[in-house]
């Protein structure tokens, strides 16, 4: 009702989002944290690096590897999921299909740049949350990108603001509550650009709405990357200062 | 290394996000802890007309339109405040006073509080809904402020502060923000800054208020500064009022209710029942409750036992000692001869027997002891031990004038309430006002029952007018039956064509012809019953040059104006069906559709939703043919004329030869549908003619069946069953269908032993083919009516016909059994039934049409739309019944007649008589009663008569006004 969302937002607002670079910088190469509202998603990247296997060697360029750990408590409910539970499955591949064609794999050939995330709290926009740690620990791996790859969630309300004929609002980055609501997709782009790498969404929508809601979650992307480049550029900054000393 | 914990709150220092914590503990017993994040913002409006700083930074939705501002600049004084006020209610006045606050004299300028919604909203949620359509309609300017959202109004829980205390806490910060706000706004225009009040009933929610200066004051308080206080307080409920009364109350009447978890274990382990409570018809000392695991209902028997259940409350109960199991009374009991010397107004515990009850239960159970050896008709009898779900409502009937005090004019006094529904008791009332309700009809809501008090307490609604004056008694059984009769708001006028009743068909092949079919040079013509304005359907057939027949039911094209969720779509899912009364009709959309653009008038082009065949002489169905057209009927007959036309052999048009044709095909079809056991049952419906001058019913015939009526009925059957086919195969999982239960062989026992005892006759019940059979045997020679009475009753005992949505049920339950089909829908009338609508809309999607709208293919919003018009469905035609009823009353008023009626059934002390020329039926008491032989169904009378069940009697038709129910009633005496 009068537009407001269960926790007070609007519809075209984001929730609070906190990142940091370099939060675990003795076990891996490039590591970040980020937070989406209460979705807290740990990161580290390693590589490139030997590959781990023999069916991992590409010979003209560097293989993606991703692996999803969901925490036991992230949940409301205490889950354990294991190596081959679907959802993990369908995080690891979403998220290793994403970067392959980002990260500019030619230049390391015959390695592998191993990605890790490690969920920590969920609260709706997992998987955008997840590519958001992963874009920033591969810059802190200093491995090179096209771009940023910036990821945000979007739904459909069903919620009539008035009964002017107006169609409901489509809602950004949705949480928890809402998601289990309503039908909502994750949208990543690259860079400034509105290219999408990736796409997912597990609900059914009528066809109509998706444009105006895949439209949301494009703008979405781009406050997000916004973010993720200040904290970039802080924390480079931070870096060099550092260094200077 | 850089450390990743963080604190909730902000580094930067802006406290615009905090967090809300909650424990959920679920039924298995485990406890969450669920953490959600709030955001709080500045942009929320105080929604005044006075403020201009709100008005700037309104926001906007994704079409970039902002809500206009609510609240009236120049709000309504009171004595108490005089440069006008905005109320600030908390909870409690909203449970406890919605019907004052709903009263169009007062209560304008409202500001509900996000906190107090969301109290009302965990409450109760019929209040909830109330009030959020309050919000929506502009005229009684309520807003809605997301206190909890603003940053200066959001309230933290403190250390040991319990929840009510926090929330009274938020109302007060609410009411001082929106105070010191308003006075802001007020200056800067130069104005008079009105009057931010607190409603509250909680004393120390009052003083601390005022001791931070907030305008504060209690309801009473503030209801006695207007202008009608009276009728106000007495809309409050009483459950307020009695606080004070109640704590000094004496001993229990009724037994306490088992707590509720003890409820839930015991029906899951079995030693208790749930199930829904009914009193019985004829005697209010009894009723009945159908469980699951027993195939008979059990029995419910005195006022103790069934301890404040209510007709239609979901009730536990428990099975009591064999030696108390009863047969089920065959006395007649009503209300009025057990309770009438009582006194409202003694508050002092009554013996919940009173002596004439103790005295109706011995000689009960006298009886039954005299019959021991019958044991099969014993039954299980029961107490209710706890109420799971109560079925109040409003409640239309009148004051009993015996409870009244005339001597004391003013002040309070508690009446008696007569609810028209016999079925419910009586209800103590206070009220202010009692001289003045005497011989109104009036509306009272049931507040609370204790333990207490013999009878519910409740609290008067409004009046309706003068009793028997034909709009109150109008109102009366619109409101008893939930019927929605108010005007179509403007909300929905506005979907409407902007063209109005100057709409015509486009020019071919402009906008809206779009994979329309062009049948305008088909003959096509509509029969329908004399006057009918809302016409739905017409028919066509032709030979076709193969030697088989086309015909065509073409149904008016309501989706094409009805768009899914649209105000107009709501408002006729929300009414769900028309509703017929003798002299009104209650549409289900506005008239301007139903009887003007959708109607298939004649002489004129329409929209139509066509269903074509083609048949074979023998009128089977050899290709069917669904498509949206456009068609122009050539002529509207009513069922007479139509028959004339085809009856006069000099007529050879070709429009009278293809409804000769239809005739023909129609009359196979049924031959068809009888031979698969489709069932003819009859029902007393008779018309009422009014004068036209006076609009006073003048007579009353009963209703003549034709050929035509017949042929129409076949081919809507006809198209609804490959309506039904078709939506089934594109949607099984949420096609609208209907379905007509198999009658549990039970429900025909009692008829099985009268038939057999009175006329050596049985019926046989295994399956409607069975049962047609038996019922077209049922024949007597010397009394023609009889087989007519047989059908009536054995009407009585089917199950109601119901909708559903296709993946709710196994396809072995669709069959309809009173059509013998396996499948069955409702396609024809969609102007006076929400469900055909929904059939259009899914038919449109099957043949891709249209895309169909998410509601049509939702499960749960389709289980949703379905429960809600069975319930309209239902209501319209008890309502259009007791229309009916009442109007035969008027129409005898003063006329006594003797007349031939049939006894129906029989009682120890009474009978039931069936007036077929009236069809109306009324029991005839008997004082004293010489001998009743329940065998063979036979009551002697003192003067040596005998009263035989099925057989003719004479009766006097008297018109008599009712103590019980204040309306006028026929009333049958042996002649």
Same mark, same amino acid.
């Given at each position: 009702m009068e537009g407001l969302r269960n926790d007070g937002r609007r519809w075209n607002e984001l929730r609070r989002i906190h990142c940091q670079l370099s939060t675990s910088s003795t076990n891996a190469d490039g590591s970040s944290y980020i937070e989406q509202g209460f979705t807290k998603v740990l990161c580290n990247v390693t590589g490139p690096?030997?590959?781990?296997?023999?069916?991992?060697?590409?010979q003209d360029s560097a293989t993606v590897s991703c692996e999803v750990y969901f925490?036991? @408590? %992230?949940?409301t409910d205490r889950i354990k999921r294991g190596r081959n539970d679907k959802k993990v499955q369908e995080l690891q591949t979403a998220i290793q299909k994403t970067f392959s064609s980002i990260i500019?794999?030619?230049? @390391? %050939?015959r390695s592998e740049i191993t990605i890790s995330v490690h969920?920590?709290?969920?609260?709706?926009g997992t998987l955008a949350a997840c590519i958001n740690a992963a874009t920033l620990a591969l810059i802190d791996a200093g491995i090179p990108l096209k771009d940023y790859v910036c990821a945000c969630t979007a739904g459909q309300s069903t919620?009539?603001?008035?009964?002017?004929?107006a169609s409901p609002d489509p809602w950004l980055d949705v949480n928890y509550l809402e998601e289990s609501d309503i039908p909502s997709l994750t949208v990543a782009t690259v860079?400034?650009?509105?290219?999408?790498?990736a796409l997912n969404m597990e609900n059914k929508v009528r066809i109509e709405k998706l444009e105006a809601m895949i439209a949301v979650g494009i703008s979405g992307c781009a406050k997000v990357r916004a973010i993720m480049d200040k904290e970039v550029r802080r924390h480079g900054k931070q870096k060099l200062e550092a260094q200077g000393e | 290394m850089t450390s990743i914990k963080r604190m909730l709150v902000d580094p930067a220092g802006h406290d615009s996000i905090t967090s809300k914590v909650y424990i959920r503990s679920a039924k298995s017993g485990k406890v969450t802890k669920i953490v959600r994040e709030i955001y709080l913002r500045?942009?929320?409006?105080?929604?005044?007309?006075?403020?201009r700083a709100c008005l700037a930074n309104a926001p906007v939705d994704s079409n970039n339109r902002s809500r206009p501002f609510v609240l009236s600049e120049k709000p309504a004084g009171t004595t108490q405040f005089k440069h006008g006020h905005y109320l600030m209610p908390d909870t409690n006045i909203f449970l406890q006073c919605m019907d004052a606050i709903e009263h169009k004299s007062a209560f304008y300028d409202v500001i509900v509080l996000q906190t107090v919604l969301d109290e009302v909203k965990n409450q109760s949620l019929p209040l909830y809904n109330r009030l959020v359509s309050l919000t929506k309609?502009?005229?009684?300017?309520f807003y809605v402020f997301h206190n909890e959202f603003r940053q200066e109004t959001h309230v933290k829980r403190g250390q040991e502060e319990s929840i009510n205390d926090r929330n009274d806490r938020a109302i007060r910060v609410a009411c001082k923000w929106y105070r010191e706000h308003i006075g802001q706004a007020a200056a800067s225009s130069g104005v008079k800054a009105p009057a931010v009040v607190m409603l509250s009933n909680d004393k120390a929610n009052l003083a601390k208020a005022k001791s931070e200066g907030l305008d504060a004051t209690n309801l009473d308080d503030y209801v006695k500064g207007l202008s009608n206080a009276d009728e106000l307080l007495d809309m409050i409920s009483s459950s307020l009022q009695d606080l004070e009364k109640k704590a000094n109350r004496g001993a229990n009447v009724y037994a306490e209710y088992f707590p509720v978890p003890r409820m839930n274990t015991g029906v899951r382990n079995g030693t208790l029942h749930q199930g829904t409570f009914h009193t019985s018809t004829y005697n209010s000392l009894e009723g009945t409750v159908g469980v699951p695991s027993f195939d008979k209902h059990l029995l419910i028997v005195g006022l103790e036992n069934m301890n404040r259940a209510i007709d239609g409350d979901q009730v536990v109960v428990e099975l009591l000692p064999q030696d108390q199991w009863k047969r089920q009374s065959d006395k007649l009991v009503d209300q009025d001869t057990l309770t009438k010397?009582?006194?409202?107004?003694?508050?002092e515990v009554e013996a919940i027997v009173t002596e004439k009850e103790r005295r109706a239960l011995i000689d009960e159970a006298k009886r039954i002891q005299r019959s021991q050896?019958?044991?099969?008709?014993v039954q299980p009898t029961a107490k209710v031990v706890?109420?799971?779900?109560r079925n109040w409502r409003s409640y239309v009937g009148h004051i009993?004038?015996?409870?009244?005090?005339?001597?004391?004019?003013g002040g309070q006094q508690v009446v008696f309430f007569r609810p028209l529904d016999k079925k419910i008791p009586r209800i103590r009332v206070f009220t202010r006002q009692a001289t003045q309700l005497l011989g109104q009809r009036i509306v009272v809501n049931i507040d609370t029952w204790d333990r207490t008090s013999r009878f519910p307490v409740g609290h008067f609604v409004r009046a309706l007018g003068e009793l028997e004056s034909k709009e109150a008694e109008t109102e009366a059984l619109l409101l008893e039956y939930d019927v929605?009769?108010?005007?179509?708001p403007k909300a929905v006028l506005d979907?409407?064509?902007?063209?109005?009743?100057?709409?015509v068909v486009p020019e071919?092949?402009?906008?809206?012809?779009?994979?329309?079919?062009?049948?305008?040079d088909l003959l096509i013509c509509s029969i329908d019953?004399?006057?009918?304005?809302?016409?739905d359907d017409a028919l066509h057939a032709r030979l076709l040059p193969n030697g088989n027949y086309e015909a065509g039911v073409h149904i008016a094209d309501v989706s094409h104006f009805v768009k899914p969720n649209n105000a107009m779509d709501d408002e006729a899912a929300s009414r769900g069906t028309t509703v017929y009364l003798v002299d009104k009709r209650i549409d289900m959309l506005p008239p301007l559709l139903?009887?003007?653009?959708c109607s298939l008038k004649p002489y004129v082009e329409r929209y139509a939703f066509s269903v074509i065949w083609e048949m074979?002489?023998?009128?089977?169905?050899?290709n069917t043919r669904f498509t949206k057209s456009v068609i122009k009927s050539r002529e509207a007959f009513a069922y007479k004329a139509a028959q004339m036309r085809i009856d006069d052999k000099s007529q050879t048009d070709p429009l009278t030869e293809g409804m000769r044709i239809l005739l023909m095909l129609s009359k196979k079809l049924k031959q068809a549908r009888m031979d698969a056991g489709a069932l003819n049952l009859a029902s007393p419906e008779v018309k009422v003619h009014m004068?036209?001058?006076?609009?006073?019913?003048?007579s009353i015939e009963v209703k003549e069946l034709l050929e035509t009526n017949s042929l129409v009925e076949e081919f809507m059957l006809c198209a609804n069953i490959s309506v039904a086919r078709k939506i089934y195969e594109a949607f099984p999982q949420t096609a609208m269908l209907r379905r007509h239960g198999a009658p549990p062989a039970t429900n025909f026992d009692d008829l099985r032993s009268q038939l057999r005892a009175r006329k050596g006759l049985d019926l046989r019940v295994e399956s409607s083919k069975a049962l047609a059979d038996s019922l077209d045997a049922c024949v007597d020679p010397q009394e023609a009516y009889f087989n007519t009475l047989v059908r009536i009753i054995a009407t009585r005992c089917m199950v109601p016909a119901e909708y559903f949505s296709?993946?709710?049920?196994?396809?072995?339950?669709?069959?309809h059994y009173g059509l013998a089909t396996d499948i069955y829908t409702h396609f024809t009338s969609p102007i006076r039934r929400y469900a055909d609508l929904a059939a259009h809309r899914q038919l449109a999607a099957a043949i891709e049409y249209e895309a169909l709208d998410e509601s049509l293919y939702n499960k749960n919003k389709m289980d949703a739309v379905v429960k809600n018009i069975n319930v309209r469905h239902r209501n319209a035609q008890f309502a259009g019944r007791a229309s009916i009823e009442y109007y035969v009353g008027q129409a005898l008023k003063n006329k006594s007649t003797e007349q031939e009626g049939f006894v129906a059934k029989i009682f120890s002390n009474g009978f039931v008589v069936f007036v077929p020329k009236f069809g109306i039926e009324g029991t005839i008491k008997v004082e004293?009663?010489?001998?009743?032989d329940a065998d063979e169904y036979i009551l002697e009378l003192e003067d040596g008569r005998k009263v035989v069940l099925f057989d003719k009697v004479k009766v006097m038709v008297n018109v008599v006004k009712e103590q019980a129910t204040g309306r006028r009633k026929t009333e049958l005496t042996l002649a």
């Open positions: 690096a030997e590959p781990s296997s023999r069916q991992k060697v590409k925490a036991a @408590f %992230s949940g500019l794999t030619h230049l @390391f %050939s969920i920590l709290s969920q609260d709706g919620s009539i603001f008035d009964n002017e004929g860079g400034d650009s509105e290219k999408i790498v | 500045t942009d929320i409006p105080c929604s005044s007309r006075l403020c309609a502009d005229e009684k300017r010397n009582e006194n409202a107004d003694v508050d050896n019958e044991s099969q008709k706890g109420v799971l779900k009993d004038p015996n409870s009244v005090n005339r001597a004391k004019s929605q009769y108010r005007p179509f979907c409407l064509p902007s063209e109005g009743h100057d709409w071919k092949d402009a906008p809206g012809w779009e994979n329309r079919v062009d049948l305008r019953p004399p006057g009918c304005q809302d016409i139903g009887t003007d653009l074979t002489p023998d009128a089977n169905i050899v004068e036209s001058e006076t609009s006073d019913p003048a296709s993946g709710t049920q196994a396809y072995p339950e669709f069959r004293t009663a010489k001998t009743y």
